[in-house]
């Protein structure tokens, strides 16, 4: 966390517990949905990992048939949204969502414009093609629509390919989800995997920067300008007007921490819990991602640690994401961990000392991970094979003695 000289009054265990308690991870919220999680806590970034799954059953014990229930209902969806990234959204924030993210295609056509001589004229063409065969039943997966639209697609030859685009067609599935009229949907029902075929969609499409900046707020707060233009996307100028509309307040007098008026009253009232409350998360749930300022979660000889299997030298607070899984006490981590499918067991290094409580939740995650998701990937090309070095390395470090911090 960059230095701010008001912090000393506040604290920093105060502003992680705070975090970890606006994060709906200080205790269980046993009966929430998916949807209501994440319309309080934030949208759960998805890259084809186990993140939306393991987020939201720290937070609400929600096991994968439940949230694999409202992805089918469509009370909660994968859509491109903030920065054009994917993530896990509430239905009520379907139309930000959207709205946010648009900037990403259009973005894309613009450079394939001026490098590719792709025309406006032809994606749109191909976006009415690709309509008209989603109009005779889906889901479609990418191959089939390309085959069912024909000439409407182009190949882009070498000069495309080196840019990451084959053929016009991603250019407008982009920009068909960025409109609402098309949506993916995952071919086995499942947010921790890749495949995927398109329906037509009839989404609204509204909202803009202070609707974002007062959700931002409200889920990650306190946080600051720099924070927000990350999560964002935006540019300097939109951030700034946004925040300034939306009306945030200074945690203390001069702070550049900033959050949610209504809230000054019980933040400056909240205490830090007096006895530990233990989850694990992905390395990219949101108590670190809505910030994405790794070091303020992060007592000073944690982040020194070597990284599990990193590169000599490389120290953990380093890091601008983590590389493993997190545990988590009180918005402090105190661990690291993988599931390890070979031996289907969650090995993990503890920087505080093993207590009950830190054993009920490593059994209690790994019992989840085993019996309802088979595997926690970090990502979409995470692997058992790719994970190899780092779970070796969570247990030869862990081998020193159950309790040991190493």
């Given at each position: 966390?960059e230095?701010?000289?008001?912090?000393?009054?506040v604290?920093?265990?105060?502003?992680?517990?705070?975090?970890?308690?606006?994060q709906?991870?200080d205790?269980?919220?046993?009966?929430?949905?998916?949807?209501?999680?994440?319309a309080?806590?934030?949208?759960a970034?998805?890259?084809?990992g186990?993140?939306?799954?393991?987020?939201?059953?720290?937070?609400?014990?929600l096991?994968?048939?439940?949230?694999?229930a409202?992805?089918?209902?469509?009370r909660?969806h994968?859509?491109?949204?903030a920065r054009?990234?994917?993530?896990?959204?509430?239905?009520?924030?379907?139309?930000?969502?959207?709205a946010?993210?648009a900037?990403a295609?259009?973005?894309?056509?613009?450079?394939?414009?001026?490098?590719?001589?792709?025309?406006?004229?032809?994606?749109?063409q191909?976006?009415?093609?690709?309509?008209?065969?989603?109009?005779?039943?889906?889901?479609?997966?990418?191959?089939?629509?390309?085959?069912?639209?024909g000439d409407?697609?182009?190949?882009?030859?070498?000069?495309?390919?080196?840019r990451?685009?084959?053929?016009?067609?991603p250019?407008?599935?982009?920009?068909?989800?960025?409109?609402?009229?098309?949506?993916?949907?995952?071919?086995n029902?499942?947010?921790?995997?890749?495949r995927?075929?398109?329906v037509?969609w009839?989404?609204?499409?509204?909202g803009g920067?202070?609707?974002?900046?007062r959700?931002?707020?409200?889920?990650?707060?306190?946080?600051?300008?720099?924070?927000?233009?990350?999560?964002?996307?935006?540019?300097?100028a939109?951030?700034?007007?946004?925040?300034?509309?939306?009306?945030?307040?200074?945690?203390a007098?001069?702070?550049?921490?900033?959050?949610?008026?209504?809230?000054a009253?019980?933040?400056?009232?909240?205490?830090?819990?007096?006895?530990?409350?233990?989850?694990?998360?992905?390395?990219?749930?949101?108590?670190?991602?809505l910030?994405r300022?790794?070091?303020?979660?992060?007592?000073?000889?944690?982040a020194?640690?070597?990284?599990?299997?990193?590169?000599?030298g490389?120290?953990?607070?380093?890091?601008?994401?983590?590389?493993?899984?997190?545990?988590?006490?009180?918005?402090?981590i105190?661990g690291?961990?993988?599931y390890?499918p070979?031996?289907?067991?969650?090995?993990?290094?503890?920087?505080?000392?093993?207590?009950d409580?830190?054993?009920e939740?490593?059994?209690?995650?790994?019992?989840?991970?085993?019996?309802?998701?088979?595997?926690?990937?970090?990502?979409?090309?995470?692997?058992?094979?790719?994970?190899?070095?780092?779970?070796a390395?969570?247990?030869?470090?862990?081998?020193?003695?159950?309790?040991?911090?190493v």
């Open positions: 966390m230095h701010d000289p008001h912090l000393e009054a604290g920093v265990d105060k502003l992680r517990a705070w975090w970890s308690h606006r709906w991870l205790r269980p919220h046993t009966g929430a949905s998916a949807a209501e999680v994440l309080a806590t934030g949208w970034r998805s890259v084809g186990a993140a939306p799954y393991l987020g939201l059953f720290a937070r609400a014990g096991g994968r048939a439940a949230v694999d409202e992805v089918a209902a469509l909660v994968e859509l491109p949204s054009g990234c994917t993530y896990v959204l509430p239905a009520e924030d379907f139309a930000l969502g959207l946010v993210g900037a295609p259009a973005g894309e056509l613009a450079a394939a414009q001026k490098h590719l001589g792709v025309g406006r004229d032809e994606v749109e191909l976006c009415l093609a690709i309509e008209r065969a989603l109009a005779a039943g889906g889901p479609l997966d990418p191959t089939t629509i390309r085959e069912s639209v409407a697609v182009r190949p882009l030859g070498e000069a495309g390919r080196k990451g685009l084959a053929t016009t067609l250019l407008a599935l982009g920009l068909m989800q960025s409109r609402g009229r098309i949506r993916r949907v995952p071919v029902g499942r947010l921790d995997q890749q995927y075929g398109y037509g009839d989404q609204p499409v509204h920067a202070v609707d974002l900046a959700r931002y707020f409200s889920w990650a707060g306190p946080a600051t300008l720099k924070h927000f233009r990350w999560f964002s996307g935006f540019s300097a939109t951030a700034r007007q946004a925040v300034a509309e939306a009306g945030p307040v200074p945690v007098p001069g702070s550049e921490l900033l959050l949610p008026p209504e809230l009253e019980e933040f400056a009232e909240f205490e830090v819990p007096a006895e530990p409350h233990y989850t694990l998360l992905a390395g990219i749930d949101g108590i670190h991602l910030h300022d790794l070091p303020r979660l992060l007592d000073p000889a944690d020194a640690r070597p990284l599990p299997a990193g590169r000599t490389r120290a953990f607070g380093s890091e601008t994401d983590p590389q493993t899984h997190l545990v988590l006490d009180r918005g402090r105190v690291l961990w993988e390890d070979e031996r289907a067991e969650i090995v993990h290094r503890s920087f505080v000392p093993l207590d409580a830190l054993r939740a490593v059994a209690r995650t790994e019992a989840f991970v085993r019996d309802e998701l088979g595997d926690a990937r970090g990502f979409s090309l995470d692997s058992p094979k790719s994970r190899a070095p780092k779970i390395a969570l247990r030869a470090e862990s081998a020193s003695g159950d309790g040991t911090p």
